[in-house]
């Protein structure tokens, strides 16, 4: 069954002030003695009556099977939680998701565990049997018209399709069509850039970073069929997926960032996500990034843009005319002093995300930056794996 | 429509236009800002406080949320937009269109009425203006200031009409809101409620659960108004209110978990003894703001209050939501009046008991929010009830300020009463607890013993957001 997104108010928060009613420009929101309740059946989601409500009560949403009707919301105390029984039946399950993510995350994955401040995630809501479907709200190119890396920012919207994420899972999508061989193409598996209330706090939507894949006359099905979409085009989606990718929701997480190309689209939403929720957090973010060039590195221009003392961003390039290369691993080892110092907390989590040999690379530079600074990172590594502080996703 | 903010005075009444109204508000504008440094809110002009500007007088312009010192705060002039052709709904004068201009018979009521309203604004800035000291936690305090600022804005509104549409008169008028101060021997506030010093938090609570939603229903009979600037003010005005609202009713509301918390977990009926507020004294304070505010609603039969319903200036609450003619005229209202000794109903004309009608739906609506508070009890196991006193008890204005009455509603002697009105009312000691337990929390994400943490934060921000930096 599809799920769809109700908007409710929170009881135990509204003060019944009447406002969001006086919004209303439908008259989609009526009220009792005891509840102030929206008629999901009017309701056309203006959103004119968020941001007027003095409590924040009016911005509540819950994954539904069955939408909640006003009579039952008029007689509620608390708002229910998201309406359970609502993955795919097992064998709707898409084996090849499961699949790729073993190969993603790597062979010791059943070992590994989630942040413990980490929410619990939605996963398999819908599958290639059962997609959801999503309107493209947007497609932007974020590499430079001269570069040949053609890097894609793209916005889907679920409309009245709940489609609940976190920062680091991935949805999967169906591009039209058969292979060869006249079979269904594979699901294509993309990591989600934006934050979990959505790439504008409260639209319905996610973003994702798409390269386009190019090898000689070769054309990669997904990426192409994704990055030619238009405004408007609809999409089919699976997933969400990915269970252990997450990140803390706690403060005090310092967080260690290190992708490469589009590797960097979960790190952007996990930025993002502290960015509005704890912009003065005390715990530390820390990012490395590595691209040919400045032209080819996704959302350089708003990287630039965030402040040092709410992120501390390096960016290395492999490809300068006028400087030696420098590669992520390289860039590590200069801030060794400082990453040293944050792998010393047991409050610090590390994510790895972008191609499947960099992977290698990083864990030696981590190494090396111990090992100069008397850490032990073999057991500080194992530690830190145990405990759901170290996150690995490459393709 | 979006509100101007490249000029002095931010507003969306195209005061541009208006070379003679603008100069006036210049002028007007120093002397706020004196006002507001003098008894505006104590020591708080270098902080960088958390604060919600509208910035547009559409529903998204409510969303603007940025650190900013409350001096530079961007008070101004916003009305709700024009609806199309709009009526006078009620009185002698229903059907015709709304006045644009004050109508020159009703000029002295106008004026009355807008100077009433508008004297409570700055009133409440200094009967608060001390809180600051003493705040429970850096999110009471943010939410302190921001109902400041409202306030002072909503005192603009009310001036600009002045200024806008009474000429000389309404410009001295101007001058004298900031001229009268709340406690004011020699000049003191016009209505009684507002030259009382708001003392402590769980004082300022119950004051904008009680009193301010005594504003929230004036302004309301306001928005109804044939004249039409004083109907869209007022109209703007009641989003602002309804923060108000929100501060006083999840205040109080706290204060309560907090008490019932500590009697669960310590299996105790001392609250005091673990540094909390114990729900027999929140009902002496409860009673006390509760009997103060009725008082505001003024006189049970007023012919003033008919007069000025019937000349179409000040509506009942939510006049074009209620089903009848709008004129009242052979209509009846039951009213609550003192018989021998024993209080009893009498059937009153409509008309002049329309006060006693705008405090019947104020009392209503007091009490959905008691009832929450008593869920809050109730959902922490704990056996106790909140209750709103008899509208007799503790009355300083209408008819029953001649009588004493218990909180049921029971005639009693004077005797009597003075023997027994700490039992309902917070002595003198209560008052010296609550006092002693205001010292300031200002450490980002702490709370005062005495109070539990809000649900949610502003703008959904997490409990340890910095809402005040002291600079």
Redesign the interface.
């Known amino acids: 069954m599809e799920l769809q997104r109700q908007h409710l108010i929170d009881p135990?928060?509204c003060?019944?002030?009447?406002?969001c009613e006086?919004?209303c420009p439908i008259d989609a929101i009526t009220h009792n003695?005891?509840n102030y309740v929206v008629d999901f059946d009017k309701c056309e989601s203006c959103?004119?009556?968020?941001?007027?409500c003095?409590?924040?009560a009016i911005?509540s949403w819950r994954a539904v099977a069955k939408p909640w009707s006003v009579e039952e919301q008029l007689t509620w105390?608390d708002l229910p939680d998201d309406q359970e029984g609502d993955a795919v039946e097992e064998e709707d399950v898409d084996r090849e998701i499961v699949a790729m993510f073993d190969v993603a995350e790597g062979k010791d994955r059943a070992k590994i565990i989630p942040p413990k401040t980490a929410p619990k995630p939605k996963l398999h809501l819908y599958s290639r049997n059962k997609p959801a479907k999503a309107v493209v709200a947007g497609n932007y190119r974020i590499t430079d018209k001269d570069s040949d890396t053609d890097i894609r920012h793209i916005v889907l919207d679920f409309g009245a399709t709940s489609f609940p994420v976190l920062e680091g899972q991935s949805i999967g999508i169906l591009p039209p069509g058969e292979d060869e061989k006249g079979k269904p193409h594979h699901i294509r598996l993309y990591s989600i850039a934006s934050p979990r209330d959505g790439e504008r706090p409260n639209r319905n939507n996610l973003a994702l970073t798409i390269k386009r894949v190019v090898d000689g006359d070769i054309k990669g099905v997904g990426s192409n069929y994704m990055c030619d979409l238009k405004k408007g085009d609809e999409v089919l989606v699976t997933g969400p997926f990915g269970q252990t990718f997450l990140m803390p929701d706690h403060?005090e997480a310092n967080i260690i960032m290190v992708a490469t190309g589009t590797g960097a689209a979960p790190m952007r939403a996990m930025t993002m996500r502290r960015q509005r929720?704890?912009p003065?957090?005390?715990g530390k973010l820390m990012l490395f990034l590595g691209a040919r060039t400045p032209g080819d590195q996704p959302y350089f221009g708003p990287l630039k843009k965030l402040p040092k003392e709410f992120i501390d961003v390096n960016l290395s390039f492999s490809r300068m005319a006028d400087q030696p290369k420098e590669y992520v691993q390289d860039r590590m080892h200069k801030e060794g002093e400082k990453l040293a110092e944050l792998l010393k907390s047991n409050n610090t989590y590390v994510y790895i995300c972008g191609l499947k040999g960099m992977e290698k690379g990083v864990e030696e530079s981590f190494a090396g930056v111990c090992a100069a600074r008397g850490l032990d990172w073999p057991s500080l590594e194992a530690e830190m794996k145990e405990s759901g502080r170290y996150h690995v996703e490459t393709y | 429509m979006s509100i101007d903010y490249s000029q002095k005075i931010p507003n969306n009444v195209n005061l541009n236009d208006d070379r003679r109204l603008q100069r006036a508000l210049e002028n007007w504008q120093p002397n706020y800002l004196k006002w507001w440094d003098d008894l505006g809110p104590n020591g708080s002009t270098d902080y960088d406080v958390y604060l919600r500007t509208a910035v547009s007088v559409?529903?998204?312009?409510?969303?603007h949320f940025e650190h900013v010192k409350m001096p530079d705060y961007r008070w101004g002039i916003f009305l709700t937009p024009v609806e199309g052709e709009r009526q006078i709904n009620f009185g002698q004068h229903k059907g015709e269109a709304a006045w644009q201009e004050v109508p020159g018979e009703y000029r002295g009521e106008l004026r009355r009425l807008i100077v009433t309203q508008g004297d409570t604004e700055p009133a409440s800035v200094e009967q608060q203006r001390a809180l600051g000291k003493t705040c429970p936690s850096l999110y009471d305090l943010r939410n302190l200031f921001q109902v400041n600022v409202e306030e002072g804005r909503h005192l603009w509104a009310m001036v600009y009409l002045l200024h806008a549409h009474f000429g000389r008169d309404g410009r001295e008028e101007a001058d004298e809101m900031l001229e009268r101060h709340s406690g004011d021997p020699d000049k003191p506030r016009i209505l009684q409620a507002f030259n009382e010093e708001t003392p402590d938090w769980l004082s300022f609570f119950m004051f904008t659960f009680f009193t301010d939603r005594d504003g929230?229903y004036q302004l309301a009979s306001l928005a109804e108004s044939g004249f039409d600037p004083l109907a869209r003010s007022c109209r703007f005005m009641?989003?602002e209110e309804?923060?108000h609202?929100?501060v006083g009713?999840?205040g109080v509301g706290r204060v309560i978990k907090r008490a019932c918390e500590i009697m669960r977990d310590n299996k105790t009926d001392d609250v005091r003894a673990y540094g909390g507020i114990e729900l027999e004294l929140l009902q002496k304070y409860l009673n006390f703001h509760f009997s103060v505010s009725v008082d505001l609603f003024g006189q049970e039969l007023s012919t003033n209050a008919a007069n000025f319903y019937n000349m179409g200036l000040k509506g009942r609450y939510q006049e074009t939501k209620i089903d009848d003619n709008h004129s009242l005229h052979d209509d009846s209202y039951i009213v609550s009046e003192i018989k021998g000794d024993v209080i009893g109903t009498t059937e009153a004309p409509a008309l002049t008991a329309i006060n006693e009608r705008l405090r019947d739906d104020y009392i209503a609506?007091c009490q959905?929010?008691v009832?929450?508070w008593n869920?809050i009890i109730q959902k922490l196991g704990i056996d106790f009830e909140l209750t709103i006193p008899h509208r007799a008890f503790h009355r300083g204005i209408g008819s029953f300020s001649s009588i004493n009455a218990t909180p049921d509603g029971k005639i009693i002697s004077q005797a009597e009463w003075e023997a027994r009105q700490d039992e309902w009312l917070p002595s003198n000691e209560d008052r010296e607890y609550v006092l002693s337990l205001m010292a300031p929390v200002t450490e980002p994400g702490k709370m005062a013993n005495w109070i539990a943490a809000p649900?949610?934060g502003?703008?959904?921000?997490?409990p340890?957001?910095?809402y005040v930096r002291f600079n």
């Open positions: 135990a928060i003060i019944r002030c009447n406002t006086e919004a003695d005891l959103m004119h009556c968020i941001s007027p003095p409590t924040g911005d105390d403060p929720v704890h003065d957090a005390p | 559409d529903p998204k312009g409510w969303a929230k009641l989003t309804a923060h609202m929100f009713e999840s609506d959905l929010g009832n929450r869920k649900d949610r502003i703008n959904n921000q997490a340890e957001f910095e």
